[in-house]
């Protein structure tokens, strides 16, 4: 069975603090692992990971996949309040079913 | 990406009643799908919105309780059927757009079913 785990489950931090939130996972016919961020209802696209090694970055945010090692990481550098969320990170298969699997996210809390 | 857009964003509902979530996107778009996330939990598909052919229902979702309309490349709609609240969720439209498999989300509709 397809599966991916998120650790660590929830975080709290300064702001100014940076942070590492992980994600493994076990899946047949990989395709792509993606991040998202949600705040109130929607989640929010972030990256989406394909090749091993390479770093995907948006400003404080980056990320990147180890396809040998079946993991992956986001970096959120200079933590603010605004990054407060639950971050999510899914899998997507090869072939037939094009559905995401969902890890249980990571609620991350930015203090001031 | 698409404009994905859902009504209504918000629902208290009563107890074996049904409600009808619409989802609009702003460009055609092959693949559709919809979500639960239960309180505390991460996303669940539901299952994937077909133009012109029933829904794919993943294991534990059936079409009596969760009946999918597709009529065209931009529009679906789910009814959550003979509602417990067990059914309050936050259910959430989706759009695949691209050949890697990412997906883009509509805003939400939050249910309560009291």
């Known amino acids: 069975e397809d599966k991916v785990v998120q650790s660590p489950l929830s975080l709290v931090v300064h702001e100014g603090d940076t942070v590492t939130l992980n994600c493994s996972y076990e899946v047949t016919n990989f395709r792509s692992l993606l991040w998202y961020k949600q705040e109130k209802k929607a989640p929010t696209f972030l990256f989406m990971l394909t090749s091993s090694g390479i770093e995907k970055k948006s400003g404080r945010l980056s990320s990147i996949l180890d396809k040998k090692e079946l993991f992956s990481i986001l970096n959120i550098t200079a933590t603010q309040t605004g990054d407060s969320a639950i971050y999510l990170c899914a899998v997507s298969r090869m072939g037939g079913s094009e559905k995401l699997v969902f890890g249980k996210g990571t609620k991350l809390t930015v203090n001031p | ?28 778009v092959t693949m559709m799908f919809w979500y639960r996330q239960q309180p505390g939990q991460s996303l669940t598909l539901i299952a994937t ?6 829904a794919t229902y993943e294991s534990g979702f059936v079409i009596d309780k969760f009946p999918i309309s597709r009529p065209n490349l931009t529009f679906s709609t789910l009814t959550v059927s003979n509602m417990s609240p067990e059914d309050s969720s936050i259910y959430l439209c989706s759009v695949d757009e691209g050949r890697l498999g990412e997906q883009y989300f509509g805003p939400g509709t939050r249910l309560t079913v009291t």
Not at chain 2, 1 to 28: E, F, H, M, N, Y
Not at chain 2, 49 to 54: D, H, I, R, T
């Open chain 2, 1 to 28: 990406s698409a404009v994905i857009s859902q009504k209504p964003s918000r629902d208290i509902c009563q107890r074996g009643t049904s409600l009808t979530i619409q989802c609009q996107v702003d460009s055609q």
């Open chain 2, 49 to 54: 919105a077909n133009q012109g052919s029933e």
